[in-house]
């Protein structure tokens, strides 16, 4: 009897120590124009039933945007660890390439997952651009 218990106990530590707060970082939609609103969605592991998370902060500089993730607990949970998913609109960017760190932070403990992206311009900016593209070529060649 006792050494059920005892691989029982073993069994939900393994478990509990392979919870990953997170495990993927993506952002929708995947190439956004700069009129998108950008989400980050984030997958991962909570390690109990009464873990949510507290608090966000979003910053950028420059190119690299940042969403650090505070998490919190209330009462007495259950080890155990359950899979999450967790949607964060950041906001619009202007063209370019972006590297998104997303941060973890519980009780001293310390995770991240990083993810890149590109805004790309709309196809009616395009449009506009090659007409008038066309235009000034056409405007020349009457001269």
Known sequence: MKKAILVGVVVAISKLASAQPISSVTVFPESPFPSAIVTVRVDGDLWATNVFIEQTNFSQTDNILTLDMYWG?????????????????????????????????????????TTSFTVIPEPTTLLLLGLGAVMVRRKRSFK
Do not use: C, H, K, R
């Not at 209330?74 to 390439?97: D, Q, R, S």
């Open 73 to 113: 607990f209330e009462g007495i949970g259950l080890p155990v660890v359950l899979p999450y998913t967790y949607w964060e609109p950041i906001g619009m960017f202007a063209n370019g390439e972006y590297i998104l760190n997303v941060n973890s932070f519980f009780w001293g403990n310390y995770d991240f997952g």
